[in-house]
């Protein structure tokens, strides 16, 4: 096993992952992507995330997506985890944990503060492995998020608002 970075080369195998992770999380129908898009955001001009892949002999077996975030109590940045995804064939056999290990040795390496997640409240095997790795639940915190129409609205008032 070895764990590197995604190149634009990677492009298809990045989709088929995310394509995975939502069939796992129940939510194949939430997947919009626009494949030369996400391409753009992963590897153009100015990345706004990244892609840690874990392979074997076999081929890709896993991804971590990540980005930057920061903290303004700690004035320090982090690292957000958006998709962390193994195939059901290679779990157990530590993927998920190299993958982690890595991010979180590149989280130390640019002076980050911390490294977060997200999970599902059902996903009782990935909350099991995230505690035993040393995580901890954020429980006092709830994750708000605005979309589609939403959003648009209340861009339109900050364009409005100027600035």
């Known amino acids: 096993m070895r764990i590197r970075w995604a190149g634009p080369g990677d492009l ?3 989709i088929e ?3 995975a992770l939502a069939e796992y999380e129940r939510e194949p129908e939430a997947v919009r992507l ?10 153009g001009e100015r990345p ?10 076999e081929g890709v077996q896993g991804f971590a997506l990540f980005f930057h975030t920061f903290s303004t109590w700690e004035g320090r940045p982090g690292i957000w985890l958006e ?4 195939r059901p064939a290679a779990r157990g056999k530590g993927y998920g944990r190299a993958l982690l290990a890595r991010l979180a040795a590149l989280a130390l390496e640019r002076g980050c503060a911390r490294l977060e997640w997200a999970v599902l409240d059902w996903n009782e095997p990935a909350i ?10 954020m ?25």
């Open 12 to 14: 298809g195998v990045i």
């Open 17 to 19: 992952l995310i394509r």
């Open 48 to 57: 706004y995330a990244e892609v840690l892949l874990a392979e074997d002999a």
């Open 128 to 137: 099991g492995f995230y505690r035993a790795l040393g995580a901890m639940p």
């Open 139 to 163: 429980d006092e915190w709830t994750t708000y998020r605005l979309t589609g129409e939403a959003l648009a609205r209340l861009g339109d008032e900050g364009r409005r608002a100027g600035g």
């Open 34 to 43: 626009v494949p030369e898009v996400l391409a753009g955001h992963l590897f």
């Open 83 to 86: 998709d962390l995804f193994v």
